[in-house]
């Protein structure tokens, strides 16, 4: 007998809905529900970052010269970025022996998936060579407001990922344990963590929040990097708490060690947040924005 039976029959665990991962069939074509929540997560955050640009009351003193037009054109910008470096940190970060002996594979997102860490890398990169281009001084307050939008772009993207039964957790006595379908790359049929709902939860919903306050209640936007550090901070913390509830044997930088790369991957970010919020307390960003007050 299972190890797992008394359990199975003394708790009420939730069966995966078994969702379609097609949103919407348009004859050959399928819109899946992953694409719509990217769709949804650029637009929501692109609307967030336009509204926060226009509340003066946020900036305290700070003068900026970043325009809505800028934040116009700089959306497709980020989603270039955010694609493009999602996609190469998926091949760089957790498969590159794979993708190098399987180079087409690299050009089947479809397949492999994205990585998170790699998204807000090449984010920030489109986002300096965005300032860059058109000359942007206040490239602190245009990274303070793009990071703004990542909370709802991690929201929608690990809602997809339940739909599509992705990032699921180790096995879990909890009744909110589910049990997904077995074809799924782990043993089947045992109750486990909705990691990807963790993750949907803190790096989405509450980081969203204690962004929203720090921005309405302590105007972190009239401090630049400020807000920046925040996100980074926050987003890494959390990842670095819902990986362990991850079910990721081959994740494991070395097998000593219980750290999985998603962690690993986030501690810079933690470490870049209290250098960034070294800068701020002394000036050093408010003075390199280049706007004078």
């Known amino acids: ?94 498969h590159p022996d794979y993708y190098f002996a399987n180079p087409i594979e690299i050009f089947k997102p479809w397949k492999g998936g994205m990585a998170s860490h790699g998204g807000m890398i090449g984010g920030v990169l489109a986002i300096l060579l965005f300032a860059r281009k058109y000359n942007i001084k206040s490239k602190w307050n245009l990274m303070d407001l793009c990071l703004v939008g990542v909370p709802i772009g991690f929201f929608f993207g690990r809602i997809a990922n339940f739909i599509n039964a992705e990032i699921i957790g180790t096995v879990t006595t909890m009744p909110w344990g589910v049990i997904f379908p077995i074809s799924t790359d782990a043993p089947g049929g045992l109750p486990r963590h909705p990691a990807m709902l963790y993750e949907a939860f803190f790096t989405g919903a509450v980081l969203f929040v204690i962004l929203a306050w720090f921005i309405h209640k302590r105007q972190s936007l009239s401090r630049p990097g400020e807000t920046l550090a925040i996100a980074l901070l926050g987003y890494g913390g959390f990842r670095v708490l819902c990986e362990g509830f991850k079910y990721l044997p081959d994740s494991l930088l070395v097998s000593w060690l219980p750290l999985t790369k998603g962690m690993v991957y986030s501690i810079p970010m933690i470490v870049l947040a209290f250098y960034i919020l070294h800068l701020v307390a002394t000036g050093v960003t408010r003075r390199q924005n280049g706007i004078k007050d």
Do not use: C, E
């Open 1 to 94: 007998m299972s190890m797992f039976s008394p359990i199975l029959a003394i708790t009420a665990f939730i069966t995966y809905p078994n969702i379609d991962p097609v949103a919407l069939q348009l004859g050959p074509v399928s819109v899946k529900w992953y694409g719509l929540a990217y769709a949804a997560a650029f637009l929501l955050g692109w609307y967030y970052v336009l509204y926060l640009l226009k509340q003066k009351q946020l900036w305290g003193d700070l003068k900026t010269d970043i325009t809505s037009s800028h934040i116009d054109d700089l959306l497709l910008w980020v989603m270039i970025g955010v694609v493009v470096g999602g996609r190469l940190g998926q091949v760089l970060f957790y």
